[in-house]
T-cell receptor, first 111, second 113 residues
Framework: RKEVEQDPGPFNVPEGATVAFNCTYSNSASQSFFWYRQDCRKEPKLLMS???SGNEDGRFTAQLNRASQYISLLIRDSKLSDSATYLC????????????FGQGTELSVKP | DTEVTQTPKHLVMGMTNKKSLKCEQH?????MYWYKQKAKKPPELMFV???????INESVPSRFSPECPNSSLLNLHLHALQPEDSALYLC????????????FGQGTRLTVV
């Protein structure tokens, strides 16, 4: 079983739609959780850190469910510019700082 | 804009060449990382430096040799690479090597011929 798993998609949605991605992790000692966005042939860019209480940044909401060991990302009112690959990443202190990525979920927002 | 700078952006090298990738950050971060990313795959961790000491080597072949000359710089020395080593090589840094967000450079796109 992979340490961090995501549905690779692609998710094809119309502009204005709400889309949600989930990411599961296997290491119960994981302590830090992140969502990154990666455009084609570019580097991953930090989108959000995910806190236990959940956090929101504009149209983006991230949540953490420790009991079920998953994190989620909700994008409301999708824009064409949201088209990208979304990578979840998990960091466990007991692994000395290894930031482990899921395989990424491809999102395509259509007009 | 990224505050992690990588050079060169593109590199083509033969299998007998020796080359180096360079990474620099001025955010005062004490952890730096090398990742390798193939097309349609997530970044795969290669090395972690924490306070300028190598703390993690993910069983990377010895033809890849990392070096951390100081807290702002990270190099990756390449020697006798294979065509399958062609990939995007990403450098990242974070405040410390746990908990904190990592920020990536733009990467070096390496082609081995």
């Amino acid at each position: 079983r992979k340490e961090v798993e995501q549905d690779p998609g692609p998710f094809n949605v119309p502009e204005g739609a709400t889309v949600a991605f989930n990411c599961t992790y296997s290491n119960s000692a994981s302590q830090s959780f992140f969502w990154y966005r990666q455009d084609c042939r570019k580097e991953p860019k930090l989108l959000m850190s995910v806190y236990s209480s959940g956090n929101e940044d504009g149209r983006f909401t991230a949540q953490l469910n420790r009991a079920s060991q998953y994190i989620s990302l909700l994008i409301r009112d999708s824009k064409l510019s949201d088209s990208a690959t979304y990578l979840c990443a998990v960091n466990s202190e007991n692994q000395g700082g290894k930031l482990i990525f899921g395989q990424g979920t491809e999102l395509s927002v259509k007009p | 804009d990224t505050e992690v700078t990588q050079t060169p952006k593109h590199l083509v090298m033969g299998m007998t060449n020796k080359k180096s990738l360079k990474c620099e950050q001025h955010m005062g971060h004490r952890a730096m990382y090398w990742y390798k990313q193939k097309a349609k795959k997530p970044p795969e961790l290669m090395f972690v430096y924490s306070y300028e000491k190598l703390s993690i080597n993910e069983s990377v072949p010895s033809r890849f040799s990392p070096e951390c000359p100081n807290s702002s710089l990270l190099n990756l020395h390449l020697h006798a690479l294979q065509p399958e080593d062609s990939a995007l090589y990403l450098c990242a840094s974070s405040q410390v090597a746990s908990y904190t967000e990592a920020f990536f450079g733009q990467g070096t796109r390496l082609t081995v011929v």
